[in-house]
């Protein structure tokens, strides 16, 4: 789903959990306790899932098929349908009981799962409002269960929970067993844009007709898993599904002149098209840019037409974990074929004449391209289609997501509506790898699907245009939340109903979190591998935290403990205060004897830059030859709004590798002092940790001749001190001014302590005469004041 950062969903109560945070393991102490290992935190590995983050040698989920008939009655906004439901046990527990969802109850007076936030008295009230505060509807809604019978139609016992229905089994289903039962069911259609929810229908005045989005629709397995049991915590709303994977067969009645828009593969279009659209459809396989299957001139025939005839349509999906649809003889439908990982994927969109001028042009190119960039990160897509409808929403479902981005009257947008619709097209169709394929449980983690989808997402977007205004993902735009008083914030480890403000914690938080992994701390190849295996390792399957913090170690060699603890168990912020700056330089008068060992340092040298600040994923971008923007590639993409600022700016960060040889016993004549040393000076730096979160410390360099140099330290300079740090360092150029994450990666909230400038005189250090003499070399060598003078 897509939530728009502006919207604060304030929960009544915060959880009670105990977290990390508040599990020191030397307390009182300033170390051994943010670098400490994860240890009991995480469970305990098994059989079914590995310490190294992968699936077990017994690992093992459920599976459910659904062959399903229904239909939708127009008239009364009512849908009716049977479904026969075939549930495989694959688990080595007997089952008494089988658990499903019925969503939506969610708009039931009686059946509502009754969780209840605090409301406050308005300063005024329309009629909506009224009816609301009263608690009336215009009729009732929720699912009524007609019936529930075996395979041979004898009644089986059931009970309903709120938004969940027991079905109990007349013998034991045992491991390996199968058990197939049918349900009979109707809804009444909810008026989606009144009442809220993720499907319903909207009503379009002028034109009289509706749009339905068809989720959430027909009684859903609950998952029974290794870690949990039966995962049937009531549906509140907010946090969203977890769900088995299975085989779909679903036939859909509906009004004659509608176009159906369906998870899977339609298996008659030869009898729902007509000749011409068939005819489109049959052309568009093999067509180089997005053709109208049904075009703008018939959907603007069919909205006055009104059909009264009835038209079915079936779909096939395999290995899904849900399905969804959309209806309407409003849509516009277009489609082209995309070539990812060497497959053909047909993507395609549909929408209402409403939202032409930008679906027409942008949103079958985005789907292509996300599933493109997707593929990349992850595994490749494994659907044969992909498709965006417009619906005035963002919500995702396996192959199928619902969208926004309507045009003005006059069929321009703005530029804020264009980037808004690209970015919701990009995150819903990108919802197919999270949770759709890599199906973790949305009702318990937001962020395992939310945050890492947000992640991805925001790869893609920079990925689509160097220029795109990325939301979710650049450090500093995390900043204003990561600032805010405790009691506003919780962790990411935190149950999806006790999140106060879903965006940030959910979503742009967790994103945030995996690109400071990716560009400042493990680096884009090391990141990429340990992601990448993750989303193989899981993909079909149901991951939890834990294989996700393992596998990305597993699969990296970097021991990530302390960041997991920080930024995801923990509400701590990053805030390193630049304390205090010594300088040192060389004294020239008197040369005393002295021996110090010899000893090698790696040390991170960036050529100038010339912006104050630029977003470091931008500039990495640009500067990989490998990287082809979607709107180079296809300048078709381009458009009013399309501007391209070639400002290169340069960072070189490769590690060079220092040896500081011993000293000997000799002096040096001042001639020679002044040649090695002559115009050096040593900086000594003090940082304290005042936010608590441990981060790499970036410090950029600014000398006298407008010049900067960047040194990065990384994380574990804090592992002896987790509160204060001292680093020492020499500079051949006069420094004017000194400050930390230049380029704004490391989230730190007080930017007000990061930088210093030089007011003080220097003390004087002395200079001791090598014992080995090394080689002169290349620049960049082993010897840092050679390469220094050469600077
Ligand atoms: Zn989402």
Same mark, same amino acid.
């Given at each position: 789903?897509?939530?728009?950062?502006?919207?604060?969903?304030?929960?009544?109560?915060?959880?009670?959990?105990?977290?990390?945070?508040?599990?020191?393991?030397?307390?009182?102490?300033?170390?051994?306790?943010?670098?400490?290992?994860?240890?009991?935190?995480?469970?305990?590995?098994? &059989?079914?899932?590995?310490?190294?983050?992968?699936?077990?040698?017994?690992?093992?989920?459920?599976?459910?098929?659904?062959?399903?008939?229904?239909?939708?009655?127009?008239?009364?906004?009512?849908?009716?349908?049977?479904?026969?439901?075939?549930?495989?046990?694959?688990?080595?527990?007997?089952?008494?009981?089988?658990?499903?969802?019925?969503?939506?109850n969610q708009h039931s007076t009686t059946n509502n799962s009754g969780y209840e936030n605090s409301s406050f008295m308005p300063k005024s009230v329309n009629e909506q409002d009224i009816n609301r505060m009263e608690g009336k509807r215009d009729k009732e809604y929720g699912v009524n269960i007609l019936k529930v019978t075996n395979a041979l139609g004898t009644p089986l016992k059931y009970s309903i929970n709120k938004t969940?229905?027991?079905?109990?089994?007349?013998? &034991?289903?045992?491991?390996?067993?199968?058990?197939?039962?049918?349900?009979?069911?109707?809804?009444?259609?909810?008026?989606?844009?009144?009442?809220?929810?993720?499907?319903?229908?909207?009503?379009?005045?002028?034109?009289?007709?509706?749009?339905?989005?068809?989720?959430?629709?027909?009684?859903?397995?609950?998952?029974?898993?290794?870690?949990?049991?039966?995962?049937?915590?009531?549906?509140?709303?907010?946090?969203?599904?977890?769900?088995?994977?299975?085989?779909?067969?679903?036939?859909?009645?509906?009004?004659?002149?509608?176009?159906?828009?369906?998870?899977?593969?339609?298996?008659?279009?030869?009898?729902?098209?007509?000749?011409?659209?068939?005819? !489109?459809?049959?052309?568009?396989?093999?067509?180089?840019?997005?053709?109208?299957?049904?075009?703008?001139?018939?959907?603007?025939?069919? &909205?006055?037409?009104?059909?009264?005839?009835?038209?079915?349509?079936?779909?096939?999906?395999?290995?899904? !974990?849900?399905?969804?649809?959309?209806?309407?003889?409003?849509?516009?439908?277009?489609?082209?074929?995309?070539?990812?990982?060497?497959?053909?994927?047909?993507?395609?969109?549909?929408?209402?004449?409403?939202?032409?001028?930008?679906?027409?042009?942008?949103?079958?190119?985005?789907?292509?391209?996300?599933?493109?960039?997707?593929?990349?990160?992850?595994?490749?897509?494994?659907?044969?289609?992909?498709q965006s409808l417009e619906a005035a929403n963002g919500m995702e479902y396996p192959m199928i997501c619902f969208n926004f981005g309507r045009c003005e009257k006059d069929g321009t947008y703005s530029e804020g509506t264009k980037n808004g619709m690209l970015g919701v097209v990009i995150h819903e169709v990108g919802h197919n790898f999270f949770p759709m394929i890599i199906n973790s449980d949305e009702r318990q983690w937001t962020w395992m699907d939310e945050g890492l989808n947000s992640f991805v997402e925001y790869l893609s977007e920079e990925l689509w245009d160097n220029k795109f205004p990325v939301g979710k993902g650049p450090a500093y735009k995390i900043v204003d939340y990561m600032k805010l008083p405790k009691d506003q914030l919780e962790p990411i480890m935190t149950n999806s109903e006790n999140i106060l403000q879903f965006g940030p914690n959910a979503?742009?938080?967790?994103?945030?979190?995996?690109?400071?992994?990716?560009?400042?701390?493990?680096?884009?190849? !090391?990141?990429?591998?340990?992601?990448?295996?993750?989303?193989?390792?899981?993909?079909?399957?149901?991951?939890?935290?834990?294989?996700?913090?393992?596998?990305?170690?597993?699969?990296?060699?970097?021991?990530?403990?302390?960041?997991?603890?920080?930024?995801?168990?923990?509400?701590?912020?990053?805030?390193?205060?630049?304390?205090?700056?010594?300088?040192?330089?060389?004294?020239?008068?008197?040369?005393?004897?002295?021996?110090? &060992?010899?000893?090698?340092?790696?040390?991170?040298?960036?050529?100038?830059?010339?912006?104050?600040?630029?977003?470091?994923?931008?500039?990495?971008?640009?500067?990989d030859k490998m990287i082809v923007f979607a709107t180079d590639a296809d300048t078709s993409l381009r458009d009013f709004y399309w501007r391209y600022d070639r400002g290169l700016a340069k960072v070189d960060t490769t590690p060079v590798s220092v040896t500081i040889p011993a000293s000997s016993t000799e002096g040096y004549s001042n001639e020679e002092k002044m040649k090695i040393a002559g115009g050096k000076t040593m900086y000594e730096l003090t940082f304290s940790n005042k936010g608590g979160l441990v981060m790499p410390i970036i410090i950029e360099w600014t000398f006298k001749d407008g010049t900067k140099e960047i040194n990065r330290i990384g994380v574990n300079v804090w592992r002896k001190n987790e509160n204060k740090v001292t680093k020492t360092f020499m500079k051949s150029k006069e420094v004017v001014s000194i400050k930390l994450d230049p380029m704004r990666e490391t989230a730190d909230i007080n930017e007000g302590n990061n930088s210093w400038p030089l007011t003080q005189e220097p003390s004087k250090f002395k200079l001791f005469r090598s014992k080995a003499n090394t080689p002169r070399g290349a620049a960049g060598g082993n010897n840092p004041m050679q390469r220094e003078i050469k600077n």
């Open positions: 789903m897509m939530k728009r950062l502006t919207i604060l969903l304030l929960l009544a109560f915060a959880g009670m959990l105990t977290f990390a945070q508040d599990i020191k393991n030397n307390p009182g102490s300033n170390h051994g306790n943010r670098f400490e290992q994860l240890g009991t935190i995480l469970p305990t590995p098994n &059989e079914y899932r590995t310490a190294s983050g992968a699936p077990g040698p017994k690992y093992w989920q459920q599976r459910c098929d659904y062959d399903i008939t229904c239909e939708l009655d127009e008239p009364n906004r009512r849908l009716n349908g049977k479904e026969t439901i075939t549930y495989f046990n694959n688990s080595p527990n007997t089952l008494t009981y089988l658990w499903l969802q019925l969503d939506e969940m229905m027991r079905v109990e089994l007349p013998q &034991e289903l045992k491991p390996g067993k199968t058990f197939v039962f049918k349900i009979d069911w109707n809804y009444n259609i909810i008026e989606r844009t009144r009442f809220g929810g993720r499907g319903g229908f909207e009503f379009f005045p002028e034109d009289g007709n509706d749009l339905y989005t068809m989720t959430q629709w027909y009684p859903r397995l609950c998952v029974y898993s290794d870690f949990q049991g039966w995962q049937n915590h009531q549906f509140v709303g907010s946090g969203e599904f977890a769900l088995t994977f299975g085989n779909f067969k679903v036939a859909m009645t509906v009004p004659a002149d509608h176009i159906v828009m369906s998870t899977g593969v339609a298996q008659n279009y030869d009898k729902v098209l007509t000749p011409a659209q068939l005819k !489109r459809w049959q052309a568009a396989q093999n067509a180089k840019e997005v053709t109208e299957i049904s075009t703008l001139e018939e959907a603007k025939t069919r &909205e006055k037409q009104k059909s009264t005839q009835k038209k079915t349509w079936i779909f096939k999906a395999d290995m899904v !974990r849900d399905f969804a649809w959309g209806s309407s003889r409003k849509f516009i439908w277009d489609a082209m074929p995309a070539m990812v990982e060497g497959k053909k994927v047909m993507c395609m969109s549909a929408y209402g004449k409403e939202a032409y001028n930008l679906y027409r042009k942008y949103s079958t190119k985005a789907v292509a391209h996300t599933i493109k960039t997707y593929s990349k990160f992850t595994i490749p897509y494994p659907y044969p289609v992909a979503y742009s938080k967790p994103a945030t979190g995996l690109n400071i992994l990716r560009e400042t701390i493990m680096g884009r190849d !090391r990141f990429d591998y340990a992601f990448k295996e993750y989303a193989r390792r899981w993909a079909f399957r149901h991951p939890t935290p834990a294989d996700f913090f393992r596998t990305m170690e597993d699969a990296s060699a970097e021991d990530l403990d302390w960041f997991w603890r920080g930024w995801f168990y923990s509400t701590d912020a990053c805030d390193i205060s630049l304390d205090t700056v010594k300088w040192s330089v060389l004294n020239d008068e008197t040369v005393e004897a002295q021996k110090t &060992e010899e000893k090698t340092i790696i040390q991170n040298v960036a050529k100038p830059i010339q912006n104050s600040f630029d977003d470091i994923s931008k500039i990495r971008n640009r500067e």
